[in-house]
């Protein structure tokens, strides 16, 4: 399972670096066109607003395995343990439902029915349903990545509020 994980991450970290890479390129093309050609390619915009998108989503499950997110750690920690670890469990409990319902479920609605209705962008010619996919895809992520917290802090493997395990090396 922890091979699993590792190359969902990997295989994240991976995309993202591309789609970043790409991001700049195209970002780059957009001002060369527009300042040196004298008139910008029309699809630069378009093509960084949905990179920015997939981005965004899919760098925010990232972080939030490597447990980058904002946090009040400081009120966290100033609790008891179990209420620490009750907290840590709340919050695993609320991401686990909006993303379920939120981005996978809402997703996915998004999704099908952008398809169902074939709206196209206006400069790529691309479907817009497929772009969206990345709101369900972000959303699994986010799920295997809550269970995977849960069970750290259920098994007593993390400490809720200062994400160090019991033997205090870093989780």
């Known amino acids: 399972m922890k091979a699993l994980r590792d190359f969902l991450v990997k295989a994240l970290e991976i995309f993202l670096i591309l789609a970043f890479a ?6 780059l093309w957009g001002v060369f066109s527009r300042y040196v050609m004298g008139a910008q390619t ?6 960084a607003i949905y990179l920015l998108i997939w981005i965004s989503l899919l760098g925010a499950s990232l972080t939030y395995e490597e447990q980058g997110h904002l946090g009040v750690d400081y009120f966290v920690g100033k609790l008891h343990p179990d209420a620490q670890k009750l907290g840590a469990i709340f919050v695993e409990l609320v991401v686990l439902f909006f993303a379920g319902f939120g981005l996978v479920y809402g997703g996915w609605r998004l999704v099908s029915e952008t398809l169902t209705a074939g709206q196209m962008t206006p400069a790529l010619g691309w479907q817009k349903g497929y772009l969206y996919m990345a709101v369900p895809i972000s959303g699994v992520f986010f799920i295997i990545f809550s269970i995977e917290h849960l069970i750290l802090i259920l098994s007593g493997k993390k400490l809720p509020a200062d994400h160090k395990n019991l033997e205090g090396g870093d989780v």
């Open 22 to 27: 790409a991001l700049t390129v195209d970002v």
């Open 42 to 47: 029309r699809w630069t915009e378009e093509l």
